[in-house]
């Protein structure tokens, strides 16, 4: 029994030296002499996007993260169930990144793609994503979010378009109109040129240094205050 319990001990802790998280970076980049819009669909995985100005090409970096697997495995994995790609058709740049649904669960911690994108400025983008933070700058153009759960950072946009289902939501520094339909979370929005408007589910919503008007079309829970509103203001919670 004793020589059992050694063997046993053994095998567990080989399987746990060869069992890790399994990392690998990606670069793919695409010029953008007639793009006018980047649509991104993702996965699981953190997004950050930043506007370059007199930037002639769209380029990722791509972080794939498997946990509690080795490296062959992980081959298997990329190869049969991973959308890593960026093309264009028309005037529309699409980058795919995600995890087939089925054999990783669709945000779940077993794989994710982390990306980080740069685009030239004046391209509008469109974000459909399934969990992991967002992160915005810089565009000078308009950005729609379409989100199932994370934090969302907004900044140096023109118009916003966000529907959220969980996370806090930060915009600043908008030239044009916002739009926000949140599930969940703190909202906070300061420095927007156009009018603002929510529907918000639970969650404090502040607002501040608003141009023109001010919607709030539900508040289900959490506190509200606004300051600087310079157009009116209507609450229909």
Known sequence: ?????????????LTHAVMNDYTETRYLELDTDD???????AGAGSMDIKGIAGASAISVKAVIEISDTNVDEAMKIIERNMTLSLEQKGTVAHLKAWFE???????????????????PQGIAVII???SGSIDVVDLMADISIDDGSGSIDVSNVAHVKIDDGSGSIDVSH?????????????????????????????????????????IITGDGSGGLTYSDIRGTVQEDT
């Open 1 to 13: 029994m004793r020589s059992f319990i050694v063997m046993a001990m053994f095998v567990a802790s």
């Open 101 to 119: 649904h089925g054999f990783l669960n669709f945000g779940s911690d077993d794989g994710r793609i982390d990306i980080e994108v740069k685009v």
């Open 128 to 130: 459909d994503d399934g």
């Open 174 to 214: 908008v030239s044009g109109d916002v739009s926000i339909i949140d599930g969940s979370g703190s909202i906070n929005v300061r420095g927007v040129q156009g009018s603002v408007t929510i529907d918000d589910g639970s969650g404090s919503i502040k607002i501040s240094d608003v141009e023109e008007d001010l």
């Open 35 to 41: 793009t006018e819009v980047l649509s991104i669909d």
